[in-house]
C-alpha cells in the first residue's frame, strides 16, 4: 500500500476551499443556484493592534464558509482517497 503525503491533503483541501468559495461567489446573483453562497463568516470584526513603541503589530483573521466551499473540501477529500 502506497503511503500518502499529508501536505499533499493540505493543498487540495485549500484548493477546495478556495475552488468551492470562488463558485459561491460567481452563484451569488444566478437564482438557482444562489443556495451554494449561503454561509457564515467567523473571527475578528476588526483587526487587533500591538503597538510596541518602535514596532506596529496588526492580526486579523476572518473566515468564510459557504455551502460551496464545503462541497469543495468534501470533493477533495474523494480525490485524495481516490488517489
Known amino acids: 500500500m502506497k ?3 499529508g501536505w499533499v ?13 470562488f463558485i459561491g ?11 451554494l453562497s449561503y454561509g457564515q463568516n467567523f473571527g475578528l470584526e476588526s483587526p487587533v ?4 513603541g518602535l ?3 496588526t492580526f486579523g483573521l ?7 466551499s464545503i462541497i469543495g473540501v ?3 477529500i474523494i480525490i485524495y482517497r481516490i488517489m
Open 62 to 68: 476572518t473566515i468564510h464558509i459557504s455551502i460551496a
Open 9 to 21: 491533503l493540505l493543498i487540495m483541501l485549500l484548493s477546495g476551499i478556495v475552488l468551492g468559495g
Open 74 to 76: 468534501v470533493l477533495a
Open 55 to 57: 514596532l506596529v503589530l
Open 25 to 35: 461567489m460567481l452563484t451569488a446573483n444566478i437564482s438557482a443556484l444562489h443556495w
Open 49 to 52: 493592534v500591538l503597538d510596541l
Open 3 to 5: 503511503s500518502k503525503n
